[in-house]
């Protein structure tokens, strides 16, 4: 049976649900009929009186999307492109990719260029004082590889010594230099440049280089950035402490405005640097010396001794399949487990018997969350500390052992960690970039909460990350603090194969938001025939609360049912029904914590590549 658009999309300024019959990867590679008439979703917003102030449809009736000759009237065309291509959360970085993809640079190197580049004109979401992570499908070796660029905590600092320092506070402060680790995104750089780079480093940097230098026009998503960050560092200047360095720095005439030329002469300094003297410049020379007599100024507790130390690790990625196509992600300290966990308990119902809007299947999503959740609360750690049970939170059977808890018609009120066996609000980019020859990168790149801590070093013109907020000061639980320990870690690439092949390398920025969005996208694509532009634009829920990896293991006044933050593309009669269901569900309107998407796909036929970006960030896709 085919549905006409009229039959299955409601009318309104924004586009509500449609019935999906799981038309399947083929329709999201084509973009073509199945796409077309049988796509199901949640849509944009439904009706004008839901819409953001300030958008289109808020400024009056019948003010809203225009019409579309093909595709989901709420969505746009994917990018097609056959040579190479680049989807970033800022249109000039996506450019900075494409040129260095047509000097013979390869996606790494393009990568590379677009990420120093962000961390100039998105340093509200990464930069060079964060970590980074990777997965790299590499055509001549025909294998996927992970990178882990994610810093330690200060090696003479004991978990006592912190809890000294913080005093009554119960828990690691979001600013300050007392969450600092060491910034770990340049060596991940350098790693992966020596395995897939082709061009000089220095000419890699060039253009990020040359913008900090020059300038550039601020975009409008991230100067609401801009603006939010500094607000709330002007409230917590006593948690801060040295703030004039970051003012400026970034804020020297208040917050940047969109369309305001930024420049930042300091960090062109710091990258020429970096780029002429390579990765030892930022951690064995001027540039960890001039940190270290900066965190000795300021009482901080990173050393010297605690970059010249560092290293990035080499990691295999985790693949779980779901109907066909396969989920590939990093393994912790990060929470890209998390995504494949849901996954491995989705698999076991069968969500196309329900619209995608539907209650069901948001309910079976959303408790499918909460049980991988709770392991990633108990479980999730520095690998080199302790033994993480990886094969059995991947099992199959383990899935299907946490899916019997669900009650198809109400939530639960306290699901607790399961017992695998052991064998053996955040801000960020993401971005990928794809290259002649089929290599694909996925790179997630973050400084954590905001900017970071508000710490910035004299003269270096980058923020250091407040990664370390999220250790555990329980010295019982598997991500408790400890000297030289990376900390729980948020941000996740993430990759999709299929019979042996790449298909997407895509990720979705935003906290405990990338997992679940992960997932997301994969149900929106394999059960409901998305296209990979409808597959991000389509209305997204975010469940948040219930137990952290932050907390104390047995910590008591928890909620574990969280709340239900759904877009307001959901209906109004699915919103009730979960109500009913025991959901604490909120319609959400601005789109800031439901992340950022980009991604492309390969069609593994032709070679030609699709993109897609996100309509809730600045960014866009080109090709060539």
Known sequence: MTLSRQAIIPTGPGAGLGIGLGAGLRACLRGGLAALTLGATFGMPAAIA???????????PGIGPGGRPVGAAWSRSPVYAAHGMAATAQPLASQVAIDILKKGGTA???????????GLMEPTGNGIGGDLFAIVWDPKTKKLYGINGSGRAPKGRTLDDLKEKLGDAGSIPPLGHLPVSVPGAVDGWFELHGRFGKLPMREVLAPAIGYAREGFPVSPVIAYYFQRNLSAFVRNLDMIGEFDNARATYFADGAPQAGEIFRNPDLANTLDMIGRRGRDAFYKGDIARTIDAYMKRIGGDLRYEDFATHESEWVEPACVDYRGTELCELPPNGQGFAALQMANILKNVDLTQWERGSPEAIHYITEAKRLAFEDLARFYADPAFVDVPVEGLLSEAYGRERFAL???????????????????????????VADKDGMMVS??????????????????GFMFQDRGELFSLDPNHPNAYAPGKRPFHTIIPAFLMRDGAPLMSFGLMGGGMQPQGHVQVLINMVDYGMNIQEAGDAARLNHDGG?????????????????LNVEPGVPAATVAQLKKMGHDVRVVENGVMFGGYQAIMRDPETGVYSGATEMRKDGIVIGY
């Open 547 to 563: 137990r952290q990896p932050t907390d104390d293991l047995g910590a008591q006044g928890v909620d574990p049912l969280g709340v």
């Open 50 to 60: 839901q819409a953001a102030p300030g958008s289109d449809a808020a400024r009056g």
């Open 443 to 460: 790179l997630i790149q973050s400084n954590y909460r905001g900017m970071g801590s508000g710490l910035v070093a004299d003269g270096l």
């Open 108 to 118: 790494v190197d393009a990568a590379i260029a677009a990420n120093a580049t962000l």
């Open 406 to 432: 669900i009650d198809p018609k109400k939530a639960t009120p306290d699901f607790g960690p399961g017992e695998p066996k052991l064998e053996g609000e955040g801000d960020t980019t993401y971005f990928t």
